[in-house]
């Protein structure tokens, strides 16, 4: 797995999906997501996901991830990565 910046924060959402805190402002400045409530003690993002979906994303050390789960550190964009889905585009962020 490759590293992430020590101040780069990684969650897991209730999807069963993880992503980096840069892939989530992303999707809630320029993407579908809206931003419900923010807990900033504990690192807990509830956001509304197109048609009304809500997806809890929960702070989680990096080295947990499961091995299927890789960050990917890409210019300046971090994001986590599904690699069981070598087929397909392998984003595991992508909603």
């Known amino acids: 797995m490759v590293g992430t910046s020590?101040?780069?924060?990684?969650?897991?959402g209730s999807n069963g999906r993880?992503?980096?805190?840069?892939q989530v402002?992303?999707?809630?400045?320029?993407?579908?997501w809206r931003l419900c409530l923010r807990e900033r003690r504990s690192e807990?993002?509830?956001?509304e996901l197109p048609g009304e979906?809500?997806?809890?994303?929960?702070?989680?050390?990096p080295d947990s991830l499961p091995r299927w789960a890789e960050i990917r550190v890409e210019?300046?964009?971090?994001?986590?990565?599904?690699?069981?889905?070598r087929g397909s585009p392998g984003r595991a962020?992508?909603?």
């Open 6 to 12: 020590p101040l780069e924060t990684v969650l897991a």
């Open 44 to 47: 807990r993002w509830l956001v």
């Open 75 to 85: 210019g300046e964009t971090t994001r986590v990565v599904d690699t069981r889905r």
């Open 53 to 61: 979906t809500l997806l809890l994303l929960t702070a989680v050390e």
């Open 18 to 22: 993880y992503y980096t805190a840069k």
């Open 93 to 95: 962020g992508r909603n």
């Open 25 to 32: 402002q992303a999707k809630l400045e320029c993407g579908p």
